[in-house]
């Protein structure tokens, strides 16, 4: 868990958001229990219901399961939809946004495919 929450964003985002990244950098495995809603409470000062929130959207999303009695679980599936829906957000916001400007600016499809390739073969080691 992160030591502290932003106040830019809702805490229960947040909350979701964490369980979210540990899923796909793989802290959290598929079949592993997550903190509870309790345990995020104690650890942010924060109300449980808060915490409930952004693990019951995770819940909503088949992204986590609810053992009655054990707690919340990591489903199978969870990173490869957490990944698809990464890719998604990620193609609206900024693959898009990058083919209209480059559209704006006369940039061709060719032309912005070198500019990419440039950049994948900068951001190789040496």
Excluded at 85 to 114: G, V, W
Aim: glycine share 4%; proline share 4%.
């Amino acid at each position: 868990m992160k030591n502290h929450l932003d106040d830019n964003k809702p805490i229960f985002l947040q909350i979701k958001e964490q369980l979210e990244d540990s899923i796909i950098n793989d802290t959290i495995k598929a079949g592993e229990r997550v903190p509870s809603t309790n345990e995020f409470a104690a650890f942010y000062k924060i109300n449980p219901a808060t915490a409930a929130k952004g693990i019951n959207e995770l819940v909503t999303e088949d992204i986590l399961y609810k053992r009655r009695g054990v707690g919340m679980f990591v489903t199978e599936n969870a990173k490869d939809i957490l990944i698809e829906k990464r890719k998604q957000t990620f193609y609206e916001n900024f693959i898009l946004p990058l083919k209209e400007e480059a559209k704006k600016l006369r940039i061709s499809e060719t032309d912005l495919m070198k500019m990419m390739g440039s950049v994948k073969s900068s951001m190789k080691s040496p």
